[in-house]
């Protein structure tokens, strides 16, 4: 039997799934919510930045040089906010990339559950390095 842990990472993990549908990015949909003291206090999801063209990839497919992660926009969404983010728990449906592991653990975020693998496994590595918590969590 699941801990009420267990099936509220789950129950984070699938918004962050839904959240990830707001994307414009063809070739991958990210989503990404951090949560602090059982609630959500910053979301985000992979695109562009304000003010920019919602397209992500250009005419080959590959994608802009200037895309944002999930995880940075919710991060820095956190910025703008009067939350912050010490002790909170990320929930990103992809495995963090090393540039965004950075941004976690300046964040203070001490937990982070995602749903696949990142094809590159530094930034998972970098954020055990940090000390902070990451599961991968499957459904």
Not at 12 to 30: D, F, G, H, P, T
Not at 49 to 65: H, I, K, Q, R, T
Not at 77 to 92: E, I
Request: aromatic residues 8%.
């Amino acid at each position: 039997m699941e801990s009420k842990q267990q099936l509220l990472d789950r129950r984070y993990l699938r918004m962050a799934r839904i959240w990830a549908e707001n994307s414009y990015c063809k070739r991958r949909q990210v989503g990404a919510l951090v949560v602090k003291d059982h609630m959500i206090i910053s979301d985000g999801y992979n695109g562009t930045p304000c003010g920019f063209e919602n397209n992500c990839e250009d005419e080959n497919n590959v994608s802009l040089p200037y895309v944002l992660h999930a995880e940075a926009n919710a991060i820095t969404k956190l910025a703008r906010s009067n939350n912050n983010s010490d002790g909170a728990t990320l929930y990103v449906t992809a495995a963090p990339c090393i540039e965004c592991a950075k941004l976690i653990i300046q964040a203070g975020i001490k937990r982070v559950i995602y749903a696949e693998e990142y094809r590159l496994a530094e930034g998972l590595e970098l954020l055990k390095k940090a000390g902070v918590e990451t599961q991968f969590l499957k459904e």
